[in-house]
């Protein structure tokens, strides 16, 4: 118990040396003092002492021909006195107080949830907009108000739910079915062409078919009429629905020359780091621009963490990847490689439908020095959007 007092009120290690420092401490002893530790050293002995006290028990110890010298300061006051100098510790504090603080009154994560496939990042920077994100004051934060603009916003969603538990808002999502489009709008429509073509299928879920199998159209043709003449001459309008798949045909051309240049990556990695906490931005630079002539540049993002703790910031990470570009010449085979890849490439990423059959041809330009590559293809793909019947018609 009493080394327990001594470390929270303080206490001092001495050094006693002298002739006497035996006969010394048996007549502090009968006087009232207190030595605790009393140890042989080489050149004398240790013992230790309360800080309360301590400067008539070392002037005691002189009258009695003792040399006493602290040699250490311990216990709570001194440890404290340590850090009294130590701004950045108490820096360090007053911010850890300040986030607990207020941490229970900001929103610390967004979680959504959808019952289909989403884009997250999209729907988290709709919801930024409204109010709802990492950082945002939770007095400040209109739940009601932020799910019906939101709605408004996306139609792909048909329903949402903003549930804020503690720092955490769950944003649960339903993506809009077939059904929920077909039924959002009854205004009288034709399906009209958007593009030429020839008609390869033409089905009518309502409405009437205005063209056949192999009936060839120009764009804004009607493909499913919404005017229907009844069986005893009477008028209905509907909102024509349907599907009409049709052939048309999408050019591409590519030019690709046989002295180009080609990417070799140093092996030097440049890093950039920022972090965002409570919904702002905090750079560690002073520019995201890359020292390098040429990079690739990829970022990744990711929350912060402490053991199962999620704290509302994000660390993001901007890594830029060195490269030169090289000489490289070509011969013409390797060239119409390239152009028949390019090509394929076009086909995959930009053409919706059903890729039916395709003519290329390549020629080597000797003013250009390069090989010239034509193609077209033969595709199968939807061409009927909605029309609006205009109230003259």
């Known amino acids: 118990m009493r080394r327990f007092i001594r470390i929270i009120t303080g206490y001092l290690k001495l050094r006693l040396r002298g002739e006497g420092v035996l006969e010394a401490v048996s007549v502090l002893a009968e006087e009232g003092y207190v030595l605790s530790g009393f140890t042989p050293a ?197 909102r024509a629905s349907g599907s009409a798949m049709a052939t048309v045909y999408r050019e591409y051309t590519v030019i690709i020359p046989l002295k180009t240049t080609e990417k070799q990556y140093t092996g030097e990695t440049e890093t950039k780091t920022m972090y965002t906490v409570l919904g702002r931005d905090i750079p560690l630079y002073k520019s995201d621009c890359t020292s390098f002539n040429y990079a690739d540049s990829d970022v990744s993002t990711k929350t912060v963490k402490l053991a199962a703790v999620v704290f509302p910031a994000v660390k993001q990470t901007l890594t830029y990847r060195e490269y030169v570009l090289v000489p490289k010449e070509i011969s013409v085979e390797e060239a119409e490689e390239k152009a028949l890849s390019a090509f394929n490439a076009y086909l995959k990423r930009e053409v919706d439908g059903e890729v039916q059959n395709t003519r290329t041809e390549c020629v080597f330009n000797k003013e250009l020095n390069a090989v010239v590559l034509s193609a077209t293809a033969e595709v199968i793909t939807e061409i009927g959007v909605v029309k609006e019947i205009s109230p003259s018609a």
């Open 42 to 238: 080489e050149d004398g002995y240790n013992a230790s002492c309360s800080v309360f006290g301590a400067d008539a028990l070392i002037r005691r110890l002189k009258e009695l021909g003792v040399d006493a010298e602290p040699v250490y300061r311990g216990g709570l006051p001194f440890r404290c006195m340590g850090y009294m100098k130590r701004g950045g510790l108490w820096l360090g504090l007053a911010l850890a107080m300040l986030i607990v603080f207020g941490s229970t009154r900001i929103l610390w994560d967004v979680r959504p949830e959808c019952n289909g496939d989403y884009d997250s990042a999209a729907v988290i920077s709709d919801l930024k907009e409204l109010g709802v994100y990492t950082g945002a004051s939770l007095y400040d934060i209109n739940v009601y108000e932020a799910e019906q603009r939101f709605l408004i916003k996306n139609s792909l969603y048909s329903d949402i739910s903003i549930n804020v538990q503690g720092t955490v808002a769950n944003v649960k999502l339903r993506l809009r079915t077939d059904a929920e489009h077909k039924n959002e709008d009854k205004t009288p429509c034709d399906i009209v062409a958007k593009e030429a073509g020839i008609i390869h299928k033409i089905t009518a879920t309502k409405g009437e078919p205005a063209v056949e199998k192999g009936n060839t159209v120009a764009e804004g043709d009607v493909l499913i009429n919404g005017q229907v003449i009844g069986k005893h001459g009477g008028e209905y309008l509907y």
